[in-house]
């Protein structure tokens, strides 16, 4: 036994079994999971994007969730187009057409990123259809637990007494 571990004292954990009352634990109990809308764009391959957001355009177009969707489709299909014109400029690698490209690609990344924030504002309104909505929509979910905010009262010294059954390391 070295001299260091010789000095730490163990201190037990007290907890009487079923203290933590899991077992009265129901599923309206639990963390609920909200469903976010994600877009997954790639940073440097323009030909992907395009292709992904023609993908979530083609979906949305006609889609009962999405009848006035916000920025208009034909903005983005528009962006999409001069998008696409850009990279082909660039393939002649003639000077200004990267910076020009760049801009543009810019310009789609904005009006999906609206895009995205109204599909996650319609699917917000159906908590039960969430999933299936960012689905329909072309994009992906990903999920995320919401955990409820704690009110601590105002006196401080309430939110800082230890835990009962729990004692501190000593020494």
């Keep these: 036994m070295s001299a260091h571990a010789a000095g730490r004292r163990t201190v037990p954990l007290l907890l009487e079994i079923g203290s933590l009352g899991m077992e009265r634990m129901t599923a309206s109990d639990k963390t609920p999971i909200h469903h976010l809308a994600v877009l997954n764009l790639p940073q440097y ?4 994007l395009l292709t992904m957001a023609g993908a ?3 979906a949305m177009t006609k889609n009962p969730w999405f009848p006035t969707p916000d920025p208009p489709l034909a903005k983005v299909r528009n962006a999409i187009h001069e998008l696409d014109l850009a990279q082909t400029a ?3 690698r003639t000077a200004g057409t990267v910076a020009v490209r760049d801009e543009k690609r810019a310009a789609l990344v904005v009006l999906l990123n609206q895009l995205k924030d109204h599909v996650q504002t319609v699917a917000d309104g159906h908590y039960e259809e969430m999933a299936s909505i960012i689905e329909s929509s ?4 990903k999920k995320r637990r919401v955990f409820p905010k704690v009110a601590l009262d105002e006196d401080p010294s309430v939110a800082h007494e230890p835990r009962r059954g729990v ?3 000593a020494g």
């Design 45 to 48: 391959e323009v030909p992907r």
């Design 56 to 58: 979530i355009v083609k």
């Design 90 to 92: 660039t393939l002649s």
């Design 138 to 141: 072309g994009m992906s979910v």
């Design 167 to 169: 004692t501190s390391n």
